[in-house]
């Protein structure tokens, strides 16, 4: 596929009218009240979707080279990845599991203590 | 893409030796240079100044050293120190050694060794010299003006209270983030688009996988170290208290930032110098190099595993039980692709051919100083061992090891290695291999010693010390003397080869690669034809004939592979 | 290929690239390691966000009561609405209508200025409540010690995309100036098409800002 491709028109309109019914749909959402998780996973499932639409069609990534989708990938998944491994430290601060506290053997008492 | 690509006839391009005009003299006045897009020239002028930076690092490293000949105060006091060794620290990270290989030598190599006329984007390349160059300004400017004391990691909250030129310095770091990434994005678009006819992936020099590897490192973790030093000056000047514990923020979660940028630039600053020791021994060793797909591999599975370990640095830190053992555990994982390496390369000299020349002596010393290195490092990883030896010198010889004995070593064999081709001068090869000698020496005993002081308990950046250490503490600093000789002897007898050195050949070495197929200096286009490439490029066995071929037609239209 | 391979039409090919379209891929993929760089960059302060939200999960909802979503909605619209308008100006480019590409490009940069100026407002009607990032903080309204810092990072966050807007502004307009000269055809637009990417990913950052801001319960 060339990077040359003229997207048609009818991707462009159907694409920014997507994003807005999404849009409506993400406020709407948020004014229903969903319980505590699903709250966050509702609005971040929406917001990736208009993303994902936006990078297809409107940066014209489904018709692209594959390398500068490999590039938007790679972005995201370091992403996560630093996300991820930072909150194994913050989630999980006041939760030890006693790798330092170990007693250590207790010394033997015939041992020729000076 | 249409693919009828009409059939092109290939002949032998001789290359001229000794050429008249050649790209440091293709155009002439200071103007020519200060706004040349040549890659080439940019390279030089980025040598120049990595050079010039190492040399100031080395003069604080020099009084840091000669301060510590005694227990107490010797010639300079405790803030005094606490200065210069943080701009030791950040001169020779963020001026000498990130820019030092990628930079310098890659910039003039990297469209030769592919076959391009330049890097994809030269006024980018030209810009980041220059950001680069505002970036050592705003670094010389907090020197003066009070200088900075809180280490090169900048840690919270020290550093939102310390009374220093902070925020000048890490703007200064902030603006060198951009020099480097651009680098990166022209290095990688360069590999992915301008590659020479035949020239595939498999045909790649592993200098240019290693700067590839690079260039993905600095693409994907120096915009974090750019918001990290963004929110600290945020934080200095407004309060925001993202990390100051006093105004409720977490100085933890500044280390993770931190180090999410400065553990993978770790790899930044070693594997492109992996890629010029894989040069170095296939060229001396002549032979093919063993294992070319788990090298070329290799340093992209180190860019990828280098971002999974930052917390290695944190152990003592107070994050959380469950992530030290998991970093701990993750460590371990980076010896994996670096041990290959380092087989790999032992097993092309094995049997090989072996010439001692300069270059090939900086490789083996490399072999030797990066592998103490590295094994250190494992014993660092282990997360028991660490808390005893967190903060000592143990690291400080550890890092030296890696980053002196591993990049700067493979920088200055590199540098040899490619000098008769970027200068068109031969150097004193006697000279060379006795200062490579004096510097192996210098090194040795310059940072063995501070192995054995840190797993005595030798605090790292301590102005004091007792005094069961002094005549450690004082080998360490002779050692440093002699380092400094064999580089005054290093710059003697280059600067001599520039100003009478005899005239170079094209190809020095009998290498393969195709930096080699073209005269010495290069031209100003690099190429006078479009080369071919139809070998690998350590496929010493084939004729050298067949690597200088081009395509026959007075005006190219073919497309690119 | 659509093009000719005449040498006015190849006027603008660099030496050093062998024909257009190796040019044309060359700058795309280098746009899109620069946007790589500006997600990681929005990235960092994504994570500020997230480990804070995670220990402060009722100082969020608190704080986000202050944060107007009818605003905020119709900036996300404005911007999507932008977005359609650029996408318009380089399918302009590639037809060679260099009218109507300037216009598209006009639109763009007048919804990025309302855009600005509701921004505007929201920050202005902020500072007389008295929420300022950082120490100048002096809000009395949200009943939690670390208000101050999820205004922070609303700040850091909201005025690192302005800033992305104003700079989207400048290339635009400079785009503008070009399209008017006849800079543009459908062999050569390369400018067009990454400063269109580079808007895009303004827009894009904006999509995940809106609910993760303003849309808190």
């Known amino acids: 596929m060339s990077g040359h491709h003229i997207i048609p028109m009818k991707f462009l309109l159907g694409t920014a009218g997507a994003l807005f019914v999404l849009t409506a749909l993400t406020v709407a959402v948020h004014y229903i009240h969903i319980p505590a998780p699903f709250n966050i996973i509702v609005a971040i499932g929406i917001a990736v979707l208009k993303a994902s639409l936006v990078a297809m069609f409107f940066m014209g990534l489904f018709w692209d080279k594959k390398i500068n989708t490999i590039a938007l990938m790679l972005s995201v998944v370091f992403f996560v990845l630093m996300v991820g491994v930072t909150m194994l430290d913050t989630m999980f601060r006041d939760k030890p599991f006693g790798i330092y506290d170990k007693a250590p053997a207790p010394p033997a008492t015939t041992s020729a203590a000076p | 893409m249409t693919n009828t690509t009409k059939p092109v006839a290939i002949r032998e391009f001789p290359v001229e030796e000794f050429p008249e005009t050649h790209y440091l003299n293709a155009t002439k006045g200071l103007k020519s240079w200060m706004l040349t897009l040549d890659h080439k020239r940019i390279g030089l002028m980025y040598l120049a100044s990595v050079i010039f930076f190492f040399f100031v690092g080395g003069l604080l490293a020099l009084a840091l050293r000669l301060e510590l000949w005694e227990p107490a105060q010797n010639f300079m006091d405790a803030e005094t120190y606490n200065r210069v060794f943080t701009l030791h620290g950040a001169v020779m990270i963020f001026l000498f050694i990130i820019p030092s290989i990628p930079a310098a030598l890659g910039n003039i190599f990297l469209p030769v060794m592919l076959g391009a006329k330049d890097v994809a984007f030269p006024r980018l390349n030209l810009a980041s010299f220059y950001i680069y160059l505002g970036g050592a300004m705003f670094t010389l400017y907090s020197m003066a003006h009070g200088g900075i004391d809180t280490g090169w990691t900048f840690y919270t909250p020290y550093s939102t209270n310390s009374g220093s030129a902070v925020i000048s310095m890490t703007f200064g770091v902030f603006i060198m983030g951009f020099s480097s990434i651009l680098t990166g994005v022209n290095f990688i678009t360069t590999v992915h688009k301008m590659r020479a006819p035949g020239q595939t992936w498999g045909k790649l020099p592993l200098f240019v996988w290693s700067l590839y590897a690079t260039g993905v490192i600095q ?226 005993m310059t940072f063995l010693p501070q192995f054995v002081m840190g797993s005595q308990g030798m605090p790292r950046r301590y102005f004091g010390y007792l005094e069961q250490f002094q005549t450690l503490h004082q080998y360490s600093t002779v050692g440093s003397w002699i380092l400094g000789v064999g580089f005054l002897l290093v710059a003697y007898y280059l600067i001599v080869s520039l100003v009478k050195g005899a005239k170079a050949p094209s190809n020095p070495w009998g290498g393969r690669s195709l930096e080699w197929m073209t005269s010495s200096p290069m031209p100003a286009h690099n190429f006078e034809h479009v080369p071919v490439v139809i070998h690998g490029p350590y496929d010493h066995h084939q004729p050298i004939a067949e690597f200088r071929m081009g395509i026959d037609a007075p005006h190219h239209d073919t497309t690119h592979a | 290929m659509s093009h000719t391979d005449s040498m006015s039409a190849n006027a603008h090919v660099q030496h050093h690239f062998v024909d257009s379209e190796q040019q044309f891929d060359s700058a795309k993929l280098g746009m899109w390691l620069f946007l790589v760089t500006e997600v990681l960059f929005f990235g960092g302060l994504f994570v500020a966000y997230i480990v804070y939200r ?143 990417l580079y808007w895009h990913l303004v827009d894009l950052i904006w999509i995940f800002l809106f609910p993760l801001l303003y849309l808190i319960d």
């Open chain 2, 219 to 444: 693409v994907l973790a120096t915009p974090v170290l750019a918001i990290t030093l963004l929110l600290l000056i945020m934080e200095r000047t407004l309060g925001i208290g993202i990390f100051d514990p006093a105004l409720g923020g977490d100085p933890v979660l500044f280390q993770h930032f931190f180090w999410f940028y400065s553990h993978p630039a770790v790899y930044i600053m070693i594997v492109p110098g992996f890629g010029i020791i894989s040069e170095l021994i296939s060229t001396f060793s002549r032979k093919v190099i063993f294992g070319y797909w788990a090298v070329a591999l290799s340093s992209l599975a180190i860019a990828f595993i280098g971002f999974l370990v930052w917390g290695h640095h944190m152990f003592t830190s107070g994050q959380s039980e469950l992530s030290t053992v998991v970093f701990s555990f993750l460590t371990f994982f980076v010896g994996l692709p670096t041990g290959i390496k380092i087989m790999n390369w032992v097993a092309t000299m094995y049997r090989g051919s072996i010439w001692l020349a300069t270059p090939m002596l900086y490789a083996i010393e490399f072999l030797f100083l990066f592998t103490i290195g590295g094994l250190t490092g494992i014993m660092l990883g282990a997360l028991s061992v660490d808390i005893h030896l967190h903060d000592t010198y143990y690291v400080v010889a550890h890092f030296h090891y890696v980053m002196m004995g591993g990049t700067v070593f493979a920088f200055l064999g590199g540098l040899h290695y490619w000098w008769p081709k970027f200068t068109g001068k031969m150097y004193n090869e006697t000279l060379a291999k006795i200062a490579s000698v004096i510097l192996f020496i210098g090194f040795n």
């Open chain 3, 54 to 196: 995670a220990w402060n999960p009722e100082l969020f909802t608190l704080a986000a009561t202050q944060l107007d979503t009818v605003m905020g909605g119709i900036n996300t619209l404005v911007l999507i609405g932008s977005s359609l308008t650029m996408a318009l100006a380089i399918r302009y480019a590639q037809l060679n209508d260099a009218k109507k590409s300037f216009w598209m490009l006009g639109a763009t940069i007048a919804a990025a200025l309302v855009f600005m100026v509701i921004k505007y407002f929201e920050y202005t009607h902020k500072f007389h409540l008295g929420i300022f990032p950082g120490e100048a903080y002096t809000f009395t309204g949200i009943d939690h010690p670390k208000a101050h810092i999820f205004f922070s990072i609303y700040y850091m966050m909201t005025g690192l995309h302005g800033i992305h807007v104003l700079i989207g502004i400048g290339l635009i307009g400079w785009l503008m100036v070009k399209t008017k000269r006849g800079a543009f055809s459908a062999e050569y637009y390369t400018p067009v098409e990454i400063t269109g």
